[in-house]
Nanobody, 121 residues
């Protein structure tokens, strides 16, 4: 299984980025997907999760109304649209896959390599 994350970069506060995660080696439509992040000195946290079909989503309180998770099962890809970015959103973002529901306590079986997002004030 490979999860290839991309789309990270440096932006100013208030800006936007769109992360993508291309999956291979698994039947994508049978997996729940999630985006996690880890900032320096902090624990990894679930930012957003989406179920197999895409009708059920989860968001951390800190990103509700600013981030949107979506997926395209035909392209084996999950996305994270990040708007109104804040300096506290600075972190390495990881996509992850598992057959169980993505919740804050979930430790997924499969992880991508991470992509760095830096938000400057």
């Amino acid at each position: 299984v490979q999860l290839q994350a991309s789309g990270g970069g440096s932006v100013q506060a208030g800006g936007s980025l769109r992360l993508s995660c291309a999956a291979s080696g698994l039947t994508f439509s049978t997996y729940n997907m999630g985006w996690f992040r880890q900032a320096p000195g902090k624990e990894r946290e679930l930012v957003g999760g989406i179920n197999r079909i895409g009708y059920s989503t989860y968001y951390a309180d800190s990103v509700k109304g600013r981030f949107t998770i979506s997926r395209n099962n035909a392209k084996n890809t999950v996305y994270l649209q990040m708007n109104s970015l804040k300096p506290e959103d600075t972190a390495v973002y990881y996509c992850a896959a598992d057959r169980i529901t993505m919740m804050p306590t979930t430790i997924p079986n499969y992880w991508g390599q991470g992509t760095l997002v830096t938000v400057s004030s």
